[in-house]
């Protein structure tokens, strides 16, 4: 897939990082248009998760420049000022919602109060106006009615679903998720993928850190394939079918093998 950077609404490119000697990124440059699903894939220790991090800042890169909507940053032209760095790294955080691998849920809040912590507490709106969109949120992930459960008696799979819905409580441009399925039991793996095909159907700007080729090849529009830091493979879902590289043909065949 190509893709015009000055039209997409996120833009990364040469983003490089190192741990020590160990360099996870080698220079990664992809664009993201609005309204579209990228997922990445590669076998453990690619880089794959690295990247998603850099989009939300939650990583920071060593050099490389990431563009969300307005809201950039050049990793190696940071302010050296604390003050300007932290506003600079906030207005690209702003514009992403992030879904992680374990739910990271306030345990001693509720469904509801789990949701509208962000809106309210970092983004200032009305705690009225935050919980009817909570509980519009919740009904779209199919959690109608369990505003006043605690996350102790919620299922894993309806935890996750409560963190995909509290990302999107923050009306983020792209909603980030890393590994969504990986910390559930199988049985409970489809109920948390059939609300992310929802949100594919609907529009959302996603991009994806996945294991589940099937999943993947039913909502991407654009597959990122990294290997040893470097995005050895990119295209549309037919990657999946048909690769055109070695490497990914066999990450394919181990996963699928796997089941």
Not at 53 to 81: K, Y
Not at 85 to 102: D, E, I, N, P, Y
Not at 136 to 144: E, I, R
């Amino acid at each position: 897939m190509t893709t015009d950077p000055a039209a997409s609404l996120v833009e990364v490119a040469g983003l490089a990082k190192s741990f020590g000697d160990h360099h996870v990124l080698r220079g990664v440059d992809f664009t993201v248009e609005r309204g579209t699903a990228t997922v990445l894939l590669g076998p453990s220790g690619s880089g794959k998760t690295t990247v998603l991090r850099s989009l939300n800042v939650l990583e920071t890169p060593d050099r490389g420049r990431v563009r969300i909507g307005d809201a950039a940053v050049d990793f190696a032209a940071l302010p050296r000022s604390k003050a300007e760095r932290r506003r600079t790294v906030k207005a690209l955080r702003a514009r992403s919602g992030m879904v992680f691998q374990a739910h990271n849920l306030f345990p001693h809040k509720t469904v509801l109060g789990n949701l509208v912590e962000g809106p309210v507490q970092v983004q200032g709106r009305r705690r009225e106006e935050a919980e009817a969109d909570a509980r519009a949120l919740l009904a779209q992930v199919g959690l109608a009615g369990r505003e006043h459960a605690y996350p102790a008696q919620l299922s894993g799979g309806q935890q996750q679903r409560v963190g995909i819905a509290r990302a999107l409580a923050l009306k983020p441009e792209v909603l980030l998720l890393d590994e969504p399925t990986s910390a559930l039991d199988p049985e409970l793996v489809g109920e948390v993928l059939a609300v992310i095909r929802d949100l594919a159907a609907e529009g959302w700007t996603l991009v994806i850190v996945t294991h589940e080729v099937r999943f993947a090849r039913d909502v991407a529009d654009q597959v990122l394939f990294l290997d040893q830091g470097v995005i050895a493979e990119r295209g549309g879902p037919e990657v999946l079918v048909d690769p055109g590289e070695e490497r990914t043909r066999r990450f394919l065949a181990r996963v699928l093998e796997a089941g």
